[in-house]
């Protein structure tokens, strides 16, 4: 007999009332554990051993529930995920507070170290587990219902999966790749998710402008809050808060590349709400400005202000290739696939977003220096005949006038990614 | 947890109330414990299993006293559970106990831990009656006999297999890229010294000596740099490490001279 997909598969157990056989779904609520997990807490950040106690507590609690959920045959393990509450926010809360790499600050004690790798690796197979339909030739789900079970249930979002990204993407990118993959695949909903979850991550970066005292783009359109009025700029507010700010900028450019990275089937979604030209805007208006005042405050607490110069270098740099990833994945990407014909739209597309930010010269030229623009026009001006050469020209004509004056360094080392060393060269005059 | 984060964002955004749920912190622990001893020892060694083993292996003269020890331990479990949780919960946590302490000869810091993870606080004259009744009893046993036990319930819980555990898992995270240091306008930084009295006397001083080493360029000082850097671009070819040495030299004793600027000035 063939196998059943598990949610078609029915079971019969002993009803505890009456003591009759009943058959019952095999994916139902009776069917769950009493497991009860805890939350996750993120190591305290310096290692008093009254704290790293209660941390190791709670981590063992959650790394040998993991085992257990890992070791489960696969219809209970489904079971589980799909019926229990407390695990599904277990693992949201690892994935939220758990340490990023680049936010570390003090080295952890070694037992700390050692149940953060445990918990790492199990909540990685956790999500791996759940982000596969197919477990085996006998343990699968029909796809339909696997797209629907994720989906209703929770148990991916898109604030995990930027968090997933970040957090295993480096390590285990072609599993990770899969497993997003699949998910957008199988429930095509979380694309509109993604739409949806578009304009807080603009605001996002808005929110960081009117922090920093510089008006975001949309503040012509919304009349200025009170409050928001009067803001201290990055060289005159507390230092704490020009922290805070380069922290969560660098956070928001890691993660937001990182997603990107595993998955730039996204760029699309992006693009629909006109990302290219509000990165590009909001490089323009933030960068100089932070990067002026590190310099200028560097003597207040040079540790400090070193590291943030260290993190908006770093933020810098990720904008610039989020900036590339979807311009890849929108035009030259379906460009150099699309072969001659039909490719008069995407050529069109190409066009649009450099004109639209012909005048921040700033962006245009470290973009340049790490990605040059003419490679690109000359890409165009191969794979279409009727390529508007006015326009192309134009365009490079501008990205020109954008060195003007500027020490033009452009990467000259060939290996490595472009221009890692070099992106500092053409920092100097702003 | 206060660090800002752009999943965060986007979590607030999306569900107000769900960050409400989790200031369950505190109670999510005591919950978890309660429901910890209805269900690990469970799997492993049961209260049950022990006292069969004990009345299997030894005399019955022996059982006697040992019933009592047995009891001793009992009423340790009955103190760190409480007696609410039922005669089952109890013996299970007497099960721990045995297993916890069948080789040790007293409470230590990891046995406390194992306790307190398993149970929450709990008082500490307890651990030690069971503790030392625990080695009463295994006192009548050799090693063996007591791993044959516990090898008995390993093999039972030893056999399952994880998902993905054979799989090349990398913990390789993202981190910063690396970026050149902030610079001092406009040049990279250099840790630079200006006691040019300390640097003379560090680094010329022991020169004079007949072993010299060539002289090392990677020094610190801001001046030495300069003044190779001079050399370098005007007299390209002839400046040799002894000629920038000499007129550092002047330059340090310069430098570091009590004499005022006009007497120097005369002197020169």
Redesign the interface.
């Known amino acids: 007999m063939p196998a059943l997909p598990l949610d078609q598969l029915q079971i019969t157990h002993k009803d505890p009332k009456t003591g009759k056989l009943r058959t019952s779904p095999a994916l139902h609520p009776g069917q769950k554990a009493?497991?009860?997990f805890?939350?996750y807490?993120?190591p305290p950040k310096d290692n008093i051993p009254a704290l790293v106690?209660e941390y190791l507590?709670?981590a063992?609690?959650v790394a040998n529930d993991l085992?257990w959920l890992?070791?489960l045959p696969h219809a209970k393990?489904w079971c589980q995920v799909v019926f229990d509450e407390?695990l599904q926010?277990c693992l949201d809360?690892y994935?939220?507070?758990v340490p990023?790499?680049?936010?570390e600050w003090v080295a952890p004690a070694p037992e700390v170290a050692e149940a953060q790798?445990r918990l790492?690796?199990s909540v990685?197979?956790t999500f791996?587990?759940m982000s596969t339909h197919k477990?085996s030739k006998d343990h699968f789900l029909s796809p339909s219902a696997f797209g629907e079970i994720l989906y209703n249930n929770f148990l991916f979002?898109?604030?995990?999966i930027?968090?997933l990204c970040?957090?295993?993407?480096?390590?285990?990118a072609p599993?990770l790749r899969k497993m997003i993959g699949n998910i957008f695949n199988q429930q095509p909903s979380y694309y509109s998710d993604l739409d949806e979850?578009m304009p807080?991550?603009l605001?996002?970066f808005s929110n960081i402008l009117q922090h920093s005292g510089l008006q975001g783009d949309g503040a012509s359109s919304t009349p200025q809050k009170l409050e928001e009025r009067g803001r201290l700029t990055p060289s005159d507010m507390p230092l704490p808060e020009l922290k805070?700010i380069v922290?969560?900028l660098?956070?928001?450019c890691?993660?937001?590349w990182?997603f990107l990275d595993i998955f730039p089937a996204a760029g699309q979604t992006f693009q629909k709400h006109d990302f290219c030209y509000r990165l590009a805007s909001f490089y323009e208006t933030a960068i100089p400005e932070l990067e002026s005042a590190?310099?200028k405050r560097?003597l207040e607490d040079s540790r400090l202000?070193?590291d943030l110069?260290?993190?908006l270098?770093?933020s810098r740099?990720k904008l610039l290739e989020i900036f590339h990833i979807l311009l890849y994945q929108i035009c030259l990407l379906p460009i150099l696939e699309s072969g001659c014909d039909n490719n008069q739209g995407f050529i069109e597309e190409f066009l649009q977003i450099f004109s639209a930010l012909l005048q921040e010269k700033r962006f245009l030229r470290d973009y340049d220096a790490l990605f040059p623009v003419a490679d690109d026009v000359s890409l165009l001006q191969q794979a279409s005949s009727v390529l508007d050469e006015t326009r192309a020209a134009y365009i490079l004509q501008a990205v020109e006038s954008a060195w003007e004056g500027v020490d033009r360094r452009k990467p000259t080392d060939a290996k490595g990614p472009p221009g890692?060393?070099d992106?500092?060269g053409v920092v100097?005059t702003g | 947890m206060a660090l800002p984060r752009l999943t965060g964002a986007l979590r607030s955004f999306s569900n107000v109330t769900k960050q409400d749920n989790y200031n369950e912190e505190v109670a999510d622990l005591k919950m978890k414990r309660s429901k910890l001893h209805e269900q690990v020892v469970g799997l492993d060694l049961t209260w049950k299993k022990i006292v069969n083993f004990l009345n299997e292996k030894l005399e019955k003269k022996e059982m006697q006293s040992i019933n009592e020890d047995l009891k001793d331990i009992l009423q340790a479990a009955k103190q760190i559970v409480g007696i609410e949780n039922g005669q089952e919960a109890i013996e299970n946590a007497a099960a721990f106990l045995f297993k916890t302490f069948h080789l040790k000869d007293s409470v230590g810091h990891s046995e406390t831990k194992a306790i307190k993870q398993m149970f929450g606080p709990f008082p500490s004259s307890s651990a030690t009656a069971a503790c030392n009744a625990t080695s009463r009893i295994t006192s009548h046993f050799h090693e063996d006999s007591l791993a044959a036990l516990f090898q008995m319930t390993k093999e039972e819980c030893g056999d399952r297999v994880l998902f993905g555990s054979n799989l090349t898992f990398s913990f390789d995270m993202h981190d910063l890229d690396y970026f050149d240091e902030l610079p001092i306008n406009g040049e990279p930084q250099k840790t630079i010294s200006l006691d040019y009295k300390k640097f003379l006397n560090e680094h010329f001083r022991e020169h004079s000596t007949p072993e010299v080493k060539p002289v090392e360029k990677t020094n610190d000082s801001y001046l030495w740099c300069e003044v190779e850097k001079y050399l370098n671009a005007t007299l390209n070819e002839m400046a040799e490490a002894t000629r920038i040495e000499d007129l550092c030299c002047t330059l340090y004793d310069m430098l570091a001279s009590v004499k005022s600027g006009d007497e120097l000035q005369n002197e020169v």
């Open positions: 009493e497991r009860c805890v939350l807490k993120p106690e507590e709670r063992t609690f085992d890992l070791a393990f407390s926010k809360s994935l939220h507070h990023r790499k680049f936010d790798k790492h690796r990685f197979l791996l587990r477990e979002d898109i604030p995990k930027l968090d970040v957090l295993f993407g480096k390590g285990n599993l979850s807080t991550i605001q996002v805070d922290l969560y660098c956070d928001t890691t993660t937001l990182a590190i310099k560097r202000l070193g110069w260290q993190r270098s770093h740099k890692t060393g992106l500092n100097a």
